[in-house]
């Protein structure tokens, strides 16, 4: 078991060039290149072990991939293969929801699994609603816990209202309306993010979104992909707590997607009191800018109940922000921060509480009085999000985290950044 000692810090003025790559995106790209009978061409895609599984289960249902350069060249093949072994998705549940959906219509026999913690997440939101329009899809509890088997066939067309705002399961429905039979409608309680939608409209796919999406099916393969994947904003929003939390401290985080779904946790942070300025460079199928994030204060507690499907990745780094606030600070209707990679409500509480932090757990969130963070040992629970979080907690007091090896699923090179502002440790 690898661990990780941060030490405290004292300010820092970083330019930040070189956060990880966009892994929503990157998972995408890999998986929309199949949409197309042309090569696709993807720069700066993210190389951590959950990217690296999703490229793998395309190169595996056939397309031919070309590394040169860090230039990734993905030729899909004239028809998809029925793979002789299982799929491995790693630890990434957007990979195994998102191919749910792909598969499903797709002739021939498919198993998705992944590591001991994917194994663990909740599968039915995507399985049964694709269940209802004609998918064979099967696991243990019923198709909720993979390993999951499907098998592909077409599927009926579809007009379906979700109970939850979640971009995982929205990708999964418009991915399978592609190859439906004929046009098919999806709404949510609020818009979750939008990659999917913009980025398959960037390829041609008619899709319009209002209050509901519309997709119409595929009559012809999509326009290839040529993209430069942003930075990653919510791997850069450790940073951007470490700047705020850190008196006298700056970061500038370069080139990352300003989508307004991916940049949320920016604007609760500013409204914490931290000086947070965007910066668009350039927008085709994504915005793309610069961040930057100022400490401007001592910040102030903040309530967070609104859009929560626009920052759920980043509360585990928010709740740091708010353990060093002014006053209680409330999370609510965040109970999907449950069912993520650990359940990051209790994670979270049980490592600030470690931390000598005042708070508490709620069922859909979590209560925090802003105090003084102490040196503590943090157990990660496996969780990539988690185990960053307290690491950035660590430039306050020093911080030993166990169990880290989960941080290269998303942001390989975040110890070797971090150690640009503190000194840093790990060992076995």
């Known amino acids: 078991m690898k661990w990780l000692e941060v030490k405290k810090a004292d300010s820092f003025d970083f330019k930040c060039d070189k956060i990880a790559s966009d892994k929503s995106i990157s998972h995408r790209c890999a998986i929309?290149?199949?949409?197309?009978d042309?090569?696709?061409?993807?720069?700066?895609?993210?190389?951590?072990?959950?990217?690296?599984?999703?490229?793998?289960?395309?190169?595996?249902?056939?397309?031919a991939i070309e590394d040169r350069d860090g230039i990734l060249k993905i030729t899909p093949p004239e028809e998809l293969s029925e793979p002789d072994d299982i799929l491995d998705c790693g630890n990434?549940?957007?990979a195994m929801r998102l191919f749910c959906g792909f598969l499903s219509s797709i002739p021939g026999h498919f198993v998705l699994t992944g590591d001991k913690y994917l194994r663990r997440r909740p599968m039915r939101r995507v399985t049964e609603p694709l269940t209802h329009i004609g998918a064979h899809i099967d696991g243990r509890e019923e198709g909720n816990l993979a390993p999951l088997c499907i098998r592909g066939?077409?599927?009926?067309?579809?007009?379906?209202?979700?109970?939850?705002?979640?971009?995982?399961?929205?990708?999964?429905?418009?991915?399978?309306?592609?190859?439906?039979?004929?046009?098919?409608?999806?709404?949510e309680p609020e818009l979750s993010r939008d990659h999917t939608e913009?980025?398959?409209?960037?390829?041609?796919?008619?899709?319009?979104?209002?209050?509901?999406?519309?997709?119409e099916p595929m009559i012809r393969p999509l326009e290839p992909l040529d993209i430069t994947v942003p930075a990653d904003p919510s791997s850069g929003f450790f940073f951007a707590v470490a700047a705020a939390i850190v008196p006298g401290s700056r970061v500038i985080i370069e080139n990352v997607t300003l989508n307004p779904t991916r940049t949320e946790a920016y604007r609760v942070l500013q409204k914490m009191g931290a000086r947070v300025d965007f910066e668009e460079k350039e927008n085709r199928y994504e915005p793309i800018g610069d961040i930057t994030v100022t400490y401007d204060g001592k910040l102030q507690a903040v309530e967070v109940s609104d859009r929560i499907s626009w920052l759920i990745d980043e509360l585990p780094a928010l709740?740091?922000?708010?353990?060093?606030?002014?006053?209680?600070?409330?999370?609510?209707?965040?109970a999907e921060l449950r069912v993520k990679e650990s359940d990051r409500i209790s994670c979270v509480i049980d490592g600030l509480k470690a931390c000598g932090i005042e708070c508490s757990e709620t069922e859909d969130g979590y209560r925090i009085t802003g105090g003084e963070i102490s040196p503590a040992q943090i157990d990660s629970c496996g969780d990539h999000r988690i185990a960053m979080s307290f690491a950035i907690a660590g430039l306050l007091g020093d911080m030993k985290i166990k169990d880290v090896e989960c941080i290269d699923t998303s942001f390989p090179n975040f110890a070797q950044l971090l150690a640009s502002l503190t000194e840093v440790k790990s060992w076995r």
């Open 32 to 36: 929309f290149s199949l949409l197309s």
């Open 38 to 63: 042309r090569p696709s061409v993807v720069r700066n895609y993210l190389r951590a072990e959950d990217t690296l599984c999703t490229l793998e289960i395309v190169r595996r249902l056939g397309a």
């Open 92 to 94: 990434s549940g957007t």
């Open 153 to 187: 066939e077409r599927l009926r067309s579809f007009n379906y209202e979700s109970q939850i705002a979640s971009a995982q399961v929205k990708s999964a429905m418009i991915l399978a309306a592609l190859r439906a039979e004929d046009v098919s409608t999806y709404s």
């Open 198 to 215: 913009r980025m398959l409209r960037g390829m041609g796919a008619n899709i319009e979104s209002w209050d509901t999406i519309t997709i």
């Open 319 to 334: 709740s740091i922000a708010m353990a060093v606030a002014e006053g209680e600070s409330v999370v609510k209707n965040a």
